[in-house]
């Protein structure tokens, strides 16, 4: 059940984060940052998080809570799609911060902290996992 909470807090998180910039230049009728910033047309992050993987983590979190078994396949997969994406941007923060680029150092220490709960939910669900094919088998 922590699994699923935590599945859909990350996903509720980066909804929030990604829609408050995409809502705020809808608003002010103007391109987004990042997308001004990097010179594209649109955030492929943006385009893939909101279309596939937020998706992905919240019906993976339901199936989970109805102990669905493909939710069993799904959730170490995202969980550790998660922990490597995590630690891509922190390393990348850490990167920017060494290059003299700004950088607001609060992200680097939430992904951290995110990171942590994410391999510890892993290790958890793996750990767990085992023994209930164990039992199943016997």
Do not use: C
Not at 7 to 22: A, P, V
């Amino acid at each position: 059940k922590l699994t699923s909470i935590f599945l859909i807090f990350l996903s509720l998180l980066f909804y929030m984060l990604w829609l408050s910039e995409i809502i705020t230049a809808l608003i002010k009728n103007e391109l987004p940052k990042s997308v001004i910033e990097n010179g594209i047309l649109t955030n492929p992050v943006h385009v893939l998080d909101l279309s596939i993987i937020l998706p992905a983590f919240i019906i993976t979190a339901i199936l989970l809570m109805k102990r669905k078994p493909i939710a069993f396949i799904l959730t170490p997969i995202l969980l550790s799609f998660s922990l490597f994406m995590e630690l891509a941007i922190i390393g990348m923060m850490i990167v920017l911060y060494l290059s003299g680029f700004e950088n607001d150092i609060s992200i680097a220490i939430i992904f951290t902290f995110i990171t942590i709960i994410s391999s510890t939910l892993l290790l958890i669900f793996m750990r767990n996992l085992k023994v209930e094919i164990i039992v199943q088998e016997k």
